[in-house]
């Protein structure tokens, strides 16, 4: 079972399991899940995520507006609209709720500690406080984690070899990332091995790219590695940053 399959399921579960009191709905109510992206809802990249979310569920025989109800909600790459779309679900009394990425995550856990909360695209989920053991998380937190740490330093090695007279890269990381210090750490750690130097360059926000590249143009980086796991790394944000990488003479090295 891949890991979206396996996300369906346990909402699917959840769905079929007696509610929370938080989350109970009145008699005849359809149940509503809630689900958190870091993108916008115009993004085909997180649309297509979203729907097949709505397609497996409908395969276990949840289908939207029959007998369960999605309440998608979009951050538009803005981790600051987190708690308040959080707090909106709760305010819903939904019966689960689906986050993607850690800063979702952990943003649903502070809200509430009853209603089911099925994280997914998750990275280092112990080291970013969401849980302490992976086999058994505890509370009303499950789901999936990816092991991005790990591959970031095998990312780094590829970029090495396709460019192997790049000495200083850049990397493009959203410190409001729940998990950025632990990939910035594997990243210090893989570069020191390889004899390259990192510039750390901040971007929050898609809006805040061009100063990253203007950054990065000054420093001379010849190549830019993101991160998985970070609402940067969407296909929207790559598109706008495209013009920016081609200006500053730039690799993009992107993992999703």
Not at 154 to 168: D, F, G, S, Y
Not at 177 to 192: D, E, K, Q, V
Request: charged letters at 20%; aromatic letters at 6%.
């Amino acid at each position: 079972m891949d890991r979206r399959a396996f996300i369906v399921s346990i909402t699917g579960s959840l769905l079929a399991a007696p509610l929370a009191a938080e989350a109970q709905q009145q008699p005849g109510q359809v149940p509503r899940v809630g689900y958190i992206s870091p993108g916008s809802s115009s993004d085909p990249f997180r649309q297509r995520r979203f729907e097949a979310f709505r397609q497996g569920l409908r395969e276990l025989g949840h289908v939207d507006g029959r007998n369960v109800v999605l309440e998608p909600r979009w951050a538009e790459g803005q981790y600051a609209r987190y708690p308040v779309l959080a707090a909106d679900l709760v305010r819903l009394k939904v019966a689960a709720i689906v986050t993607v990425g850690g800063a979702a995550t952990k943003a649903a856990k502070q809200v509430t500690s009853t209603i089911p909360i099925v994280m997914s695209v998750v990275i280092d989920p112990i080291g970013s406080g969401l849980v302490t053991n992976l086999a058994r998380p505890s509370g009303n937190l499950t789901g999936t984690s990816v092991m991005a740490n790990e591959l970031l330093t095998k990312q780094l090695e590829l970029l090495k070899e396709v460019a192997p007279n790049v000495h200083r890269i850049a990397v493009l990381w959203n410190p409001d990332n729940p998990s950025g210090a632990a990939a910035m750490a594997y990243l210090n750690a893989a570069a020191r091995s390889l004899g390259v130097e990192l510039q750390l360059v901040e971007a929050r926000n898609p809006q805040e790219i061009d100063r990253a590249f203007a950054a990065m143009t000054r420093e001379h980086a010849g190549a830019v590695p993101i991160p998985s796991g970070t609402s940067l790394a969407t296909s929207t944000a790559c598109r706008t940053g495209i013009p920016g990488f081609r200006r500053a003479s730039l690799r993009l090295f992107l993992a999703v």
